[in-house]
Structure formats: structure tokens, C-alpha cells
């Protein structure tokens, strides 16, 4: 038993021993077998997870494929559906130019019909704003889109493009100018150098004084106390201001000198007393006598108890007494001290300068601080953009003196072959213009910019790059000035990026937008585009397609021409051949009475047979040199000439000549150190730096050098600044006076103390901050340069002009990052304000405060540009007025940096507060408020709430259109108003038919500024002037009628308005061609005016007319008739006469369709017509089907457009000619008549 019990409790135990061990086992192979599970399972998942990945590259790779593949075939379709849309239209268009010319030959019985001057609307583009371009004929709302469910309402929809899109008939340099466009205002003025003098738009204030001994005291007090005060307060705003003048022992020795200053002179001082030496006489005649600009003009005249002024004295004061109404002149007649008649003069001088100079309404111009916003008032009509005023004044200078030649033999070819490639079918890469230096490059883009100027709606963005290295080479600077002239142009006020590489980004978005609204085409003019820095890197949107209607025109040197751009199509300029080369010298010598001998002639014929000895600026050159010379010296000078085989070694030789000329050597040295200071200069040097810089200088001394090197086409004018003429002239002084670098930078360090010696003083201005920071980097001096711009008034000065990648790249040459230039500018300013006390200082630091957050914001710096604008509106709410608009300006800016930062609720609050004190100090018309709405409009844009946005927008353009046709840009309409009162002064004489013109010119002057009833005046005065000079029935005299038919129709005085086109079209009907494209101007407006007053009857036999006479002008298959047919079958429509319009209306879509395209909004809007016409004879599946195809080319103008519907006026031109665009301008759609 016990056994048994025994071996029982052995195998139980053995049991639980084995139980145990397999439960242990179990155990061991269950955990083993979860941890293989567990392996496998992440191994699954690895592999998974790499699978998805490797797809998820795969796809990537895919999608950017796809993307590029979708782009680049984007691209392509655009190009070929543009290429294809374009084809018939560059065949008409070459058909009709050949008809065109044809037309114009036609001088037999015939008025000749010269494109570019005719005042027929096909060649002139909308001077009116006051009424839009295509009219509803049954009171259709403007903007209206109504659905093909709602057929009543395109009931309601008839409408046609109107033949009229301006009411004055403009000639001359008004061809292509609009109320609303005040940038072409200004630059087509400006092109009419004979009657538009260069003082009254130039940065330089030329002070002429004429003295005599007795009037000594006055000149030495007026220069000593006077002249610097002048000085300062130009200097102040901008300008230069030199006081010239010539001592009077010397007087007989400066002949053509004094002559060529007078004419110069901004404003001419006698100062007389009881004689003026006969040797004085000459000046004052030339000067007060014959002032045919009428430029303002004082006389001081010192009387004397018990003495009488000589015969000659007062003989002179009778005169200017008596002419006193044409030429400006001030007599002042001063008896007692001296010092009280100079101190008055300096009033009178003050005044003239702030008033009739500078065109200031406001006499009180000195308190203005160098970098204050009124200094800008760019920034009143661009939102937050800067500019700098200098760089288009530039500009306008150096188109100027491209333009002026003489001489233009053997271009003609050139002309015709530019026009020929600028016209053709799209897409074109850009047309090179190369040839070697001096060729003509810049004189033949001149000329070309000037032809397409007459072709009506034709856009033109120019830039003429100087010499390397300075402000007109920058990139950013020129891409920048190029997308401003873009946002104009397209009514944006949108914010532009400073930042130069995504303004780069930007430039080619702009173009695309304008060019889509744009009818007419865009030509972009880039003269001497290889002296760019790095060329291709920052030009390369020129590689990309090109909207359709946009040509570009780049002029370079053939060896260093990028070889990129040598595959595009190339206009090369050749040397002259050796006949035009011999003819063009022979004119420069006819020019001063030199006549060439036979053999002097043959042996320069001989002589001209080379590639260099006929380059253009040699044969220019070699004429002066010639005509410089005295005739008993003409073998002479010929010998020296046929030895320079290149222009540099005839400039050379023109250098020598010219040092040799002077009278001693004090003389020859000053003028060697000048050209050489001008040559390391970054922009140039004017003449009242150099008068600092040499104080043993006299002005007679420099105005005979300038002059010697200025006709020999050394030196020029630029923006106040002495330059070089070509980029030989540069390279010659360099050869010439400058080898080695120890003189080179002997030079730079006189330039460098001078304008160092300026900031010492306080005195920075734009010019000290245009050259001192720019020698400092060219001398390597980091240091100074890091001093320099820590300068907070340079640093401003830089900014606020526009300048901001000049001096980012300043501070990357010195080695600073982002944050470290905000960190060192805080400093300097935590230190400047240490030393601030008084309300001017004050307000100075908030300014500089405002400009450090604004650097900041553009640095992408946002949350660092919070603090210093903060800090500005403190102080300003401290220092001024919680009310004040410098406060709300703050405000702006600092919403401007929540906007970047999407910070939108704090912006908004903001903004509305500006708005708010803006309009309590400026009422709610006035730009600075357009600017607060549009900011309002685009922060709610970017918040998707497009109502509110667009009720902003509205606003803001509404009060931007009233301000602008009120006196548009500050600098423009100065412009304006100066020339209308000099034009004014100039018609105060006799009867004759260029008085007649002119007062007709200033009619349309007025007209621009919007001016009625003044504009009214001077076009009635010029109607009574050509009826008693040129009589009643002249064709000049239906020109006033129309005008003040004009004039009479926007003041809505039809009846009155008809009275005068009926006497415009009954003189036009007798005296021009039946297709007179003048006839049909005035045609078209009585056409309109009928129908206007509901005489449809009286309407239509005119309208049928138009139509015949655009057959006979363009043919029958041109827009224009197409335009022509849809007028009439509008009017039909209007008149119940279906029948009579439907086949109207379906000829004028054949010609649309087959010259401008089937997706054109022409060709919509008369689909839209016809949809109309089907819907009310009750055919409404056809009107459906219609106005079905009307929407898809709506769609697809909208799409293009980037979802914004471009003007429902923006089509109603006539063609896309380059030659004949006759589109209206598309910034005019908001007004109605």
C-alpha cells in the first residue's frame, strides 16, 4: 500500500514536473512563435511602407512631369492657337498698309492722309474720359451679364463698338494722350523740344546774371547772402541751382558762350543803374528782346535823386516795358540802399523760382525736410510704391539727346524692316538690334519709338541703359521703373515688391495682364541692353513666349552680345557707305560757311572707305572737328584727322585740340581734372559741385569748356549732371589722362572727401547718396562704407527713392545679414534719438522711425518692422496730433506689415482708423483716401470677401479718376500748367495761322485737365483767329468747330453741338476728298449726336457714309468697316428694322472673325447683338445658341485674365494693327456720356 501511495506520489510529481515543463515549453515555442508572427509582420509593414513611399515618388516624379508636360504644352497650344488667330489678320494687315500707302499718294486735287496726323479716331486713341467707348442702346446697365434664362433681360442688350472714341480732334504731340493718362501726357509734351523749353522741365535752376560796374555792390551782395540761400532751397527739392555770370572785363571774349547760357537759363537778372556798356547790349536784347519761350526774366533797375539813366538805360527799360505781355519780365525800380534792392530782387527771384520755375503752387516750400513724403508725391498716385523722380527725368534726357540728329542718311532702310518684323505674326522672340560702338544704335530706337508714338493705341515702355556700372544699368532699378509704367497703365495700385528677384518674378505676370487688356500692341524699347550687369540672369523673361501683342526691341554691341540671344532675329547696323560718310561731313561743314576744295573732297572720299572711318560717330566726329577749325587751317586739321583710323583716336585728337584752344595752363589742367572726375563719378557731376571742388574756378572759364566739349560731343547734360555723350568719349579720357591705378584712385578720393565733407556738414542729398556709398565699394573701403550707411539720412534718402536692391547690395558688399542690418540700424537710431529734442526733431525721428519698419517689412522681416513703425506712431500721436494724417499714414503702413504677416483683424482695424483721419483731413475725394480703400479692398480680397472688396475698389477708383483728371500726377500737372501759361503769353501778339494753332493747343491743354469753360475760350479765340486769317471756309476752321462741337456735347448742350459739326461737315465736305479720313472724323461725331438726341432718321445717312468711306480708306474686309457695319445695324435694331440689320450684323462677324479671330470680345459682342436680334423675331433657339458662343470667348477673355473680366469697353478698338490700332483706351470704362 505504501508502495503504491509511494509511486502515486512519484508519478504525481513526476506528472507536475512534466506539466510543468510543458507548460514552460508551451510558453517558450507561444512566445517564440508571437515574436516570429511580430517579425514577419513588421517586415510586411517595412516593405509596405517602402512600396508606399517608392509610389509615392513615383507619382511626384509623375505629377511634376505631368506639370511640366501640361505647361509645355499650354505653352505650345497658346503659341500655335496665337500663331494660327494671327495668320489672315498679318496678311490684311500688310494689305492694308500697301492700300494705305497707296492712298497717301494721292496729291492731285487730294489732301495727302499721313496716318500719324490725322485727327481721325482710327489714328488717335481716347482723349476723353467722359464717355465710354461703346454705347447701350436701350439702356442696358453698364456691366450687365445677363443668362439665357432670363431673356428679357438681354432684351435690354443691344450695343455696338461706335465709331467715336474722342471728341477733340488732336494733332501734333497730343495724338496719343487721354484725360486719364497723364504719364503719355507728359512724355508726348515733352517730345516737342521747339516749343517745350528744356529749362521748364529740367532738375537745373539757371540763374543768368548781367551786370555792370556801377551795379557791383548789388552782384557781390546777391551772391554772397543771396545765391546760397537759393541754393539750399532747390537743393532742398530736388534741384540744382547755379548762379551764372561773367566778369565784365572779360564780356567780349564769351560771345557764343554768353549766347548759348542765356539760352539755357532758367531765369535772367540785369542789374542796372544809370549806363549798360554797348559791350552789355547784346545780352540784354538776346535775353529780355528775344525771349521766344517767354521764360521769366527781372530787371533791377537803381534810380538816383538828381540823375537820369542814359538813352541807352532807358531806351531798353521802354522795350521791356512794352513787351512786358508776351515776355515775362519783372522791372523793379529801387531807389535808396543797395542791400534793401538786392533783398528785394531775392523775393521776386524766390518767387519766380517756387511759382513759374518749379510750378509750386505753394510758397512756402522751405520748411519741406529732405525725405519727407511731400517730396514724393509719387507716392499720392501709386499707393505705397517709391520711385525716384531723377531716374525718369533720366530717362526723358536720354531719349532726348538719342533722338537729336541732324543726320539720319541710310536709315530708311532700317525703318522699314523693324516695322516689317515688329508687325509680324506671333510668336516672335525679341528683334536685336546690334553693330559696333557708335553705329546708331540709340539714335534709331529713338526714331523707331518715335513713328510708333503716331500709331494710335500703341504702347510704348523705353529705357536707354548709360554707361556700365551706373544708376541707368541697375536691373532692379529698370525692371521696377519698366512694372510701374505696366501698373499705370493698367489703373493698379497694387503693391510692388522691392525685392529685386521677385520683382523678376513679377515683371512678366504684369505684361501678360496688360498685354490680355491691352487691344493695341506693347513695343518694349531696351537701348545698349548688354551694358547690364549679369544681363542674362536678370533679363531672362525676354526667353519666355511673349503675349501676343507685345514686341520687344534690345539694342547691343556685337561683341558682347550674350550668344544666347544671337539665334534671335537681328537687325545689324552697317558703317555708312563712303558717299553718305562724305555728305554727312560736307553738311557739318556747310553748317559754319567751310567750303571742301575738289581735291579735299576727293582725298575724303578716299579716306571714308573703311568699316571704322564710316562708322557713324567717326563721321560725326570727323565733321566737327572740321567745322571746329579756321578755314586757312583746313589741310591741317584734315592731315590730323585721316590719321586716327578709329573714333577713339579722334576723340583723342579732339581732346588735344580742344586743351590747346585753352589760354593758359592752370586752364588745361582744370580741364583734364574735370573729365577725369566725371569718369570715376557713378552718375556724373554737376556744375556747382565742381565750382566747390575748385574754388579757383570761375563760371566763365567753365561754361567755354563744357561748351567746347559739349559741341564736340564729348560731354552732355543728364538730370543736372555733366556725362559723357558716348561710351568712347569715357574710354578715351581713360586712355588719355587716367593710365594706372594710382590715378584713378587719386580721383575717386577727391570725389569721396568732397561728398564725405557734405555728411559732416548735414547735408545729404540725393546726390551724396547716389555717389558716396557706391566709391566706397568701388575703393573696397568696407568700413567706411559700413559708416556711411549707418548714416541714417543716406540709408532714407536711398530707400525712399526707390533704390532699396542699391543698398541691399551695399550691405551684403560689407558682410551683413538681414538680422544684423536691422540690429545695427535699431542702435544708431536708439542713439540719434537720444539727441532729439523739439517737435522737428521729433517728427525727423518718426520718419526715420516709419523708414526702418518699411526697410524691414520689405526684408521679409515682419515681426522686427512692427516695432520701429510702432515707435513712429507714437511719436507722431505725441509730437503732433492723434488726428494728424501723419498719424493715419503711420497706421497704414503698420496694417500693411499685419497683411504680410496674415495678421488680417489687427489690419483691418487700422486701416479703418487711417481712413478715418484721412478723410476728416482731406474730405473724401482726395487720392490718400482712394489709397486706404484700395488697401481695404485688397486685405478683404485676401480674406475671400469679394463684395466688400469690390465696394472698395469702386470707391477708390472712382476718387483716383476724379483726382486724376483734376491735375493728375503733381509732377506732370505742374508740367502742364507751365506750358499752357507759356503758351498762353505766346498767342498775346499778332494774327497768324501758328498763333491760331497754338491757341487751339491750349484748348486741348485745358481740355486735359478737365478745364471746360477755359478750354472753350481759347478754342473759340482760335476759331475767330483762322476765320480773319485763313477765312471761314478753311479746313483749320472746321478743326475749332469740331473742338467746341466737342466741348458742347460732354457740357450736354446738343443743339448747340449740332449747330457746329453741321458747319465742321458742310466746310470738310468742300473742301477734303470725299474719303478724307478728317470727313469721316467729323461724319461720325454728328452720327453720334443725332442719335444721342433721337434724330435716327437724320443718323442714319451719316452712319451710311462712314461706312463707304471706311471701305474706300481700308477695304472692305478691314475691322474698321466691320465697326462701321455693327454702328449701323445697332441703329437699325433701334429702329425695329430687323431686316435691314441682320445682314449687317453678320457681315461685320465675317470680318471679325477673319481678321481678329474667332474667340476675339469683338467677335462676342456681336454675337451678343445677334443674339438680341434672333430673341426678338421670336427665334429663340438661335438667340440661345448665339449668346451660348458670346459667353465662351466671354469665359475665356475672363480666364485669361487670371478670373478678372477685363473692361466690357476694353475691345471696341478696331483692329490690332500696328499700324492702325484703333482700340480706345481701356482705362476709360468707368466714365458714361
Not at 526774366?297 to 521802354?318: A, P, T
Not at 520755375?357 to 511731400?374: A, C, M, V
Not at 483716401?929 to 466688400?948: S, V
Not at 506732370?972 to 501759361?981: D, E, Q, S, V
Amino acid at each position: 500500500v505504501n508502495d503504491d501511495k509511494l509511486l502515486r506520489i512519484v508519478s504525481n510529481a513526476s506528472f507536475g514536473f512534466k506539466r510543468g515543463w510543458l507548460v514552460h515549453e508551451d510558453r517558450h515555442l507561444t512566445a517564440k512563435y508571437q515574436d516570429t508572427a511580430l517579425q514577419k509582420t513588421y517586415q510586411k509593414i517595412l516593405r509596405e511602407k517602402e512600396s508606399a513611399l517608392e509610389a509615392k515618388y513615383q507619382a511626384m516624379e509623375r505629377a511634376a512631369t505631368f506639370e511640366h508636360d501640361r505647361d509645355k504644352v499650354k505653352r505650345q497650344f497658346k503659341i500655335f492657337r496665337e500663331t494660327k488667330e494671327n495668320e489672315i489678320q498679318d496678311l490684311l494687315r500688310a494689305k492694308r498698309e500697301l492700300e494705305s500707302k497707296l492712298q497717301r499718294l494721292h496729291v492731285q486735287g487730294i489732301h495727302v492722309f499721313d496716318p500719324g496726323e490725322s485727327d481721325s479716331d482710327d489714328n488717335c486713341t481716347d482723349v476723353t474720359a467722359a464717355g465710354p467707348q461703346c454705347e447701350y442702346w436701350t439702356g442696358g446697365a453698364l456691366g450687365s451679364e445677363p443668362s439665357i434664362g432670363s431673356m428679357i433681360q438681354l432684351q435690354q442688350s443691344f450695343r455696338g463698338p461706335e465709331f467715336a472714341h474722342s471728341s477733340i480732334d488732336i494733332e501734333g504731340p497730343f495724338a496719343n494722350v487721354n484725360r486719364d493718362d497723364w504719364d503719355i501726357a507728359v512724355a508726348s509734351l515733352l517730345q516737342v523740344t521747339p516749343l517745350f523749353s528744356h529749362s521748364l522741365w529740367s532738375n537745373t535752376v539757371r540763374c543768368y546774371l548781367i551786370y555792370t560796374d556801377e551795379t557791383q555792390p548789388e552782384i557781390d551782395l546777391f551772391l554772397k547772402d543771396y545765391s546760397p540761400k537759393l541754393k539750399r532751397m532747390c537743393e532742398t527739392m530736388g534741384y540744382f541751382f547755379h548762379t551764372v555770370y561773367f566778369p565784365i572785363d572779360i564780356e567780349n571774349q564769351y560771345l557764343t558762350v554768353r549766347k548759348w547760357e542765356i539760352e539755357k537759363s532758367s531765369l535772367v537778372i540785369l542789374f542796372i543803374h544809370l549806363t549798360l556798356p554797348s559791350l552789355l547790349l547784346e545780352d540784354c536784347e538776346e535775353a529780355f528782346l528775344k525771349n521766344p519761350e517767354g521764360k521769366p526774366r527781372l530787371l533791377y533797375h537803381r534810380l538816383e535823386d538828381g540823375k537820369v539813366s542814359s538813352d541807352s538805360v532807358q531806351h531798353l527799360i521802354d522795350q521791356v516795358s512794352n513787351l512786358n505781355k508776351t515776355n515775362k519780365a519783372k522791372i523793379i525800380d529801387h531807389s535808396g540802399d543797395p542791400a534793401e534792392g538786392v533783398y528785394k530782387t531775392y523775393i521776386y527771384v524766390e518767387k519766380i523760382i517756387k511759382q513759374d520755375i518749379l510750378g509750386f503752387e505753394n510758397t512756402d516750400l522751405e520748411t519741406k525736410d529732405l525725405g519727407s513724403e511731400d517730396s514724393i508725391p509719387e507716392e499720392d498716385d501709386f499707393g505705397d510704391v517709391l520711385w525716384d523722380i531723377h531716374d525718369e527725368q533720366e530717362q526723358m534726357e536720354a531719349f532726348q539727346q538719342a533722338s537729336n540728329s541732324a543726320h539720319e542718311l541710310g536709315f530708311e532702310k532700317y525703318y522699314q524692316r523693324l516695322n516689317d518684323l515688329v508687325a509680324a505674326a506671333a510668336p516672335i522672340p525679341p528683334l536685336l538690334v546690334s553693330g559696333g560702338p557708335g553705329s546708331g544704335k540709340s539714335l534709331l530706337l529713338s526714331k523707331i519709338q518715335l513713328q510708333q508714338k503716331n500709331s494710335p493705341n500703341t504702347l510704348i515702355l523705353s529705357h536707354f541703359v548709360g554707361r556700365p556700372m551706373s544708376t541707368s544699368s541697375e536691373s532692379s532699378l529698370i525692371i521696377k521703373r519698366l512694372t510701374l509704367k505696366l501698373m499705370q497703365h493698367s489703373w493698379s495700385v497694387s503693391a510692388l515688391t522691392l525685392d529685386p528677384a521677385k520683382l523678376l518674378e513679377e515683371f512678366p505676370h504684369w505684361l501678360e495682364k496688360l498685354s490680355a487688356r491691352h487691344q493695341g500692341s506693347i513695343i518694349i524699347i531696351i537701348d545698349s541692353i548688354d551694358q547690364i550687369q549679369q544681363v542674362e540672369k536678370h533679363m531672362k523673361w525676354l526667353i519666355d513666349p511673349l503675349p501676343v501683342n507685345v514686341r520687344v526691341i534690345v539694342s547691343v554691341n556685337v561683341e558682347t552680345c550674350p550668344p544666347a540671344w544671337r539665334l534671335w532675329p537681328t537687325l545689324h547696323l552697317d558703317p555708312l557707305n563712303p558717299k553718305d560718310a562724305k555728305s554727312i561731313i560736307i553738311a557739318e561743314c556747310h553748317s559754319v560757311d567751310i567750303k571742301l576744295s575738289k581735291e579735299q573732297e576727293k582725298k575724303l572720299e578716299r579716306h571714308c572707305r573703311s568699316a571704322t572711318t564710316c562708322n557713324a560717330l567717326y563721321v560725326t566726329l570727323f565733321g566737327k572737328m572740321i567745322a571746329a577749325g579756321r578755314a586757312g587751317n583746313l589741310d591741317k586739321i584734315l592731315l590730323q584727322c585721316f590719321q586716327c583710323q578709329d573714333t577713339v583716336s579722334l576723340y583723342r585728337l579732339v581732346l588735344r585740340s580742344i586743351q590747346e584752344s585753352m589760354t593758359n595752363d592752370t586752364d588745361k589742367e582744370l580741364m583734364k581734372q574735370i573729365l577725369c572726375l566725371v569718369n570715376v563719378s557713378h552718375n556724373g557731376v554737376s556744375e556747382s559741385e565742381l565750382m566747390e571742388l575748385y574754388p579757383e574756378l570761375s563760371w566763365a572759364v567753365l561754361t567755354s569748356l563744357i561748351h567746347s566739349l559739349h559741341k564736340m560731343c564729348l560731354l552732355t547734360y543728364g538730370c543736372g549732371l555733366l556725362k559723357f555723350q558716348h561710351l568712347q568719349a569715357w574710354e578715351t579720357v581713360r586712355l588719355e589722362y587716367m593710365e594706372g591705378p594710382t590715378i584713378i584712385s587719386s580721383y575717386t578720393q577727391k570725389l569721396t572727401n568732397y561728398f564725405t565733407m557734405q555728411l559732416s556738414q548735414d547735408r545729404v542729398t540725393w546726390r551724396s547718396a547716389d555717389e558716396l556709398p557706391w566709391l566706397f565699394q568701388q575703393q573696397g573701403s568696407k568700413q567706411k562704407l559700413h559708416d556711411c550707411l549707418l548714416n541714417l539720412f543716406v540709408s532714407q534718402n536711398l530707400y525712399k527713392r526707390g533704390h532699396f536692391a542699391e543698398l541691399l547690395s551695399y550691405w551684403q558688399f560689407v558682410g551683413k545679414d538681414k538680422s544684423a542690418m536691422a540690429a545695427e540700424y535699431f542702435d544708431s537710431l536708439k542713439q540719434y534719438e537720444k539727441n532729439c529734442e523739439g517737435e522737428e526733431s521729433m517728427i525727423c525721428l518718426a520718419d526715420l522711425y516709419e523708414t526702418l519698419g518699411r526697410f524691414l517689412k520689405d526684408l521679409g522681416l515682419l515681426s522686427q518692422a512692427v516695432v520701429p513703425l510702432q515707435r513712429s506712431l507714437e511719436i507722431r500721436e505725441t509730437a503732433l496730433d492723434p488726428d494728424h494724417p501723419r498719424v493715419a499714414q503711420s497706421l497704414h503702413q503698420l496694417a500693411s506689415v499685419y497683411v504680410q504677416w496674415k495678421k488680417f483683424g489687427n489690419a483691418e482695424q487700422l486701416y479703418k482708423q487711417a481712413l478715418e483721419i484721412s478723410e476728416n483731413a482731406y474730405g473724401a475725394d482726395h487720392p490718400h483716401i482712394a489709397r486706404e480703400l484700395e488697401a481695404l479692398a485688397t486685405l478683404y480680397q485676401k480674406q475671400n470677401k469679394y463684395e466688400q472688396a469690390e465696394h472698395f475698389r469702386k470707391k477708390s477708383f472712382k476718387i483716383r479718376q476724379k483726382a486724376t483728371r483734376r491735375k493728375g500726377n503733381l509732377y506732370g500737372f505742374a508740367l502742364l500748367r507751365r506750358r499752357a501759361l507759356q503758351l498762353e503769353e505766346l498767342t498775346l501778339g499778332k494774327d497768324t495761322p501758328d498763333n491760331a494753332r497754338t491757341l487751339n493747343e491750349l484748348g486741348v491743354l485745358y481740355y486735359l485737365q478737365n478745364n471746360l469753360e477755359t478750354a472753350d475760350q481759347f478754342l473759340k479765340r482760335s476759331l475767330e483767329m483762322r476765320e480773319r486769317v485763313l477765312g471761314p471756309d478753311h479746313p483749320d476752321c472746321a478743326q475749332s468747330l469740331n473742338n467746341l462741337a466737342a466741348l458742347c456735347n460732354e457740357k450736354k448742350q446738343y443743339d448747340k453741338a449740332e449747330e457746329l459739326y453741321e458747319r465742321a461737315l458742310d466746310i470738310r465736305r468742300r473742301a477734303l476728298a470725299p474719303d478724307h479720313p478728317s470727313l469721316a472724323y467729323t461724319v461720325k461725331h454728328l452720327a453720334v449726336l443725332y442719335k444721342k438726341m433721337g434724330k435716327l432718321d437724320k443718323a442714319v445717312p451719316l452712319y451710311e457714309l462712314a461706312v463707304e468711306i471706311r471701305q474706300k480708306s481700308f477695304g472692305p474686309k478691314h475691322p474698321s468697316v466691320a465697326t462701321a457695319l455693327v454702328n449701323l445695324a445697332v441703329l437699325y435694331s433701334q429702329m425695329k428694322k430687323h431686316i435691314e440689320a441682320l445682314p449687317l450684323y453678320e457681315r461685320a462677324l465675317k470680318i471679325y472673325e477673319d481678321s481678329l479671330g474667332r474667340m476675339h470680345p469683338r467677335v462676342g459682342e456681336t454675337l451678343k447683338n445677334l443674339a438680341v436680334l434672333s430673341y426678338e423675331e421670336g427665334d429663340f433657339e438661335k438667340a440661345a445658341e448665339l449668346y451660348r458662343r458670346a459667353m465662351e470667348i466671354k469665359e475665356a477673355e475672363t480666364s485669361l485674365l487670371g478670373g478678372k473680366a477685363p473692361s466690357r469697353h476694353s475691345s471696341s478698338g478696331d483692329t490690332v494693327s500696328l499700324k492702325t490700332t484703333h482700340s480706345p483706351n481701356v482705362f476709360l470704362h468707368q466714365g458714361q456720356r
